[in-house]
């Protein structure tokens, strides 16, 4: 993918929320719970800018939003990030699209003095593409927490260090 095809901002728009909701949902990995949180960061970062916490950087494509990141220096640390959500939306999936957002989001991390970046997932079978990108994009497996959505679908918290 040629990133001059590609728009990047970090500021959210009044859209937003309703295009991240879009993009979540049409993943069909997420329960509407965890949909209505990734929206409400956005709400959030609306409301409060940067003193919500929560960073974002979202990728345009021919005019529409096909992809966003959300990111921020977890509390009580001074140099780890977490890696909130990362979505594409699954029409300009498999076109690298998220692979340059991760770097664009390493970048941005790095600039702003971060030396950690983690990142959780599911077990479940239905996330082995997510874990896959992960490790595809230098992240390791750093914990394991057995049961912790729900019985037989353990969290798995991936880190890499910049």
């Known amino acids: 993918m040629n990133t001059n095809d590609l728009v990047f901002r970090t500021d959210p728009v009044a859209g937003d ?7 979540v949902k049409a993943t ?10 990734a929206v409400e960061l ?7 800018g940067r ?4 960073e974002f950087i979202f990728v345009g494509k021919d005019g529409e939003t096909v992809a966003y990141c959300c ?20 029409a300009h999936m498999k076109q690298g699209i998220g692979s340059i957002l991760l770097v664009k ?21 239905q996330y082995l593409p997510t ?10 497996i750093k914990a394991r927490f057995e049961d912790f959505y729900a019985p037989g679908d353990d969290k798995v918290v991936y880190v890499k260090y910049l």
């Open 71 to 90: 990111y921020g220096l977890i509390p009580c640390t001074l140099h780890s990030y977490d890696l909130y959500w990362i979505v594409t939306h699954p």
């Open 28 to 37: 069909g990995f997420f329960r509407e719970d965890e949909t209505a949180v």
């Open 105 to 125: 989001t390493e970048q941005a991390v790095s600039q702003a003095g971060g030396r950690g970046i983690y990142a959780e997932t599911s077990s479940r079978v």
């Open 51 to 54: 003193k919500s916490g929560y």
């Open 17 to 23: 929320p309703e295009r991240v909701e879009e993009m």
């Open 42 to 48: 956005v709400r959030e970062r609306l409301e409060k």
């Open 131 to 140: 874990r896959l990108f992960y490790e595809k994009n230098g992240y390791r």
